[in-house]
Structures are given as structure tokens and as C-alpha cells.
Nanobody
Framework: QVQLVESGGGLVQTGGSLRLSCADSARTFRLATMAWFRQAPGKEREFVATLSWNGVPYYADSVKGRFTISRDNAKNLVYLQMNSLKPEDTAVYYC???????????????????WGQGTQVTVSS
């Protein structure tokens, strides 16, 4: 059973930065498409970023130029570096895995194989 565990969330002021990490227990991590989603209070969960097995990123327009997704296949870790944070970035952030071949585009929740438990990010104004 795959287990995804996020960390790195917290409270930050507008304009600040945070780095989220996600540890993936799957043996096939290096072949998985990795992704981040988020869910703000009262809103549906939305796609943030994805990274293919071979390192091709794709971002939602709302975070493009501010967020960077990366992975360390040797450590089974995926990261989300978040810079220039805005109050509208406040949400629970979820790490997710998807099948190989789904990188390079936005993902739907139905594309996801496994979810992490989420980590809260709060940006104060």
C-alpha cells in the first residue's frame, strides 16, 4: 500500500516562501507522475502542479512563475517550493501520485492513484 506523507506547511506572511515535501513509500516512485493539489475552505480541490517521471513540470496558471515542483528519486521525495505567497494560496495542500504518462498537463482528481493526508498552508495578509 502506497503511503504519501506531506510536511512543511505552516503560517507565512504575504510575499513569503514555504517548501512542502512529500515522502512516497512506493517502490515505483521513480516511474510515477507526482502532483500537488490544494483545497481552500469552501472550495473544491484544485490542481496545482505535476511533474512527470522524467522531470517535465506543468503548473496551474495561478501559481506559474511562483511555485516550483521538483523530485529526488533517490530519496522518494517530491517538493513544492512556493514563493511570493498570496492570501489566496491559503489551502490544504495534498501530494498525489498518478500513472506514468500523465505528466506535462493538468490533472483531474480522477487521474490520481493515491493521496496524502494534506498539510495546511496559511498566508496572512
Amino acid at each position: 500500500q502506497v503511503q504519501l506523507v506531506e510536511s512543511g506547511g505552516g503560517l507565512v506572511q504575504t510575499g513569503g516562501s514555504l517548501r512542502l515535501s512529500c515522502a512516497d513509500s512506493a517502490r515505483t516512485f521513480r516511474l510515477a507522475t507526482m502532483a500537488w493539489f490544494r483545497q481552500a475552505p469552501g472550495k473544491e480541490r484544485e490542481f496545482v502542479a505535476t511533474l512527470s517521471w522524467n522531470g517535465v513540470p506543468y503548473y496551474a496558471d495561478s501559481v506559474k512563475g511562483r511555485f516550483t515542483i521538483s523530485r529526488d528519486n533517490a530519496k522518494n521525495l517530491v517538493y513544492l517550493q512556493m514563493n511570493s505567497l498570496k492570501p489566496e494560496d491559503t489551502a490544504v495542500y495534498y501530494c498525489a501520485t498518478a500513472p506514468v504518462g500523465l505528466g506535462g498537463r493538468s490533472l483531474k482528481e480522477s487521474d490520481v492513484n493515491d493521496w496524502g493526508q494534506g498539510t495546511q498552508v496559511t498566508v496572512s495578509s
